[in-house]
Structure formats: C-alpha cells, structure tokens
C-alpha cells in the first residue's frame, strides 16, 4: 500500500509563510513525480507547482516567486515553502505523487488527505 500523508496548514495573515510537508511511505519502488494542487471553495483544482525526476520545477503563474517546491528523495518528502502568501492561495492544498510499485510495472497517481491553507487578517 501507498499513503501520503500532509502536514503543514493553517491559518495565516497575508504576507506571512506556510511549509507543507508530504510524506509516501508504503511498497514504494520508485516515484516518478511529485506536485502540490490547491482546489479553493467554488473553483476547479489547479496545479501550484510540480516537479519530475530530471526535469525543472514547474509553478503556476499565480505562485511564481512565492513558492518553491524542493524534494527530499531519501525520505520520499515533497514541501511547499509558502511565502508572501495572498488570501487568493486560501484553498485545500492536496499532494499528489506518480509513484510506481510492484517493481515499477505498476504506476497511478497517489493523493494526499489535504490540507487547510487559510490566508486572512
């Protein structure tokens, strides 16, 4: 089995800073790519920033700038460092990794339980 598991949310005013944190753990054989989505109360999931073996991260327009995304391959660890953050990045914020098994003929999209990113003052 495979889980990713996100810590990191909370409440926060504009300006301020929020590290996410998502951990797989599980049969894992290898993964492939791992990114941040952001899905806020009545609007679609986007995509905030990505990134895949041997290619640069990749980061939504919205975001460039303010947030940088970093992988920790021993640990199987994506982060978001969040910073200046704006009351438009308030969202559920979902991890979400390609990740293969069973001896890498299995690949699928895992995805974290989300987590509550609140910009306010």
């Known amino acids: 089995q495979v889980q990713l598991v996100e810590s990191g949310g909370g409440l926060v005013q504009p300006g301020g800073s929020l590290r996410l944190s998502c951990a797989a753990s599980?049969?894992?054989?290898?993964?492939?790519?791992m990114g941040w989505y952001r899905q806020a109360p009545g609007k679609q999931r986007e995509l905030v920033a990505g990134i895949i073996s041997g290619a640069r991260p990749n980061y939504a327009d919205s975001v460039k700038g303010r947030f940088t995304i970093s992988r920790e391959g021993a640990k199987n660890t994506v982060y978001l460092q969040m910073n200046s953050l704006k009351p438009e990045d308030t969202a559920v914020y979902y991890c979400?990794?390609?990740?293969?098994?069973?001896?890498?003929?299995?690949?699928?999209?895992?995805w974290g339980q989300g987590t509550q990113v609140t910009v306010s003052s």
């Open positions: 979400n990794a390609r990740i293969a098994t069973n001896m890498g003929f299995n690949i699928r999209d895992y």
């Open positions: 599980g049969s894992i054989f290898s993964i492939n790519a």
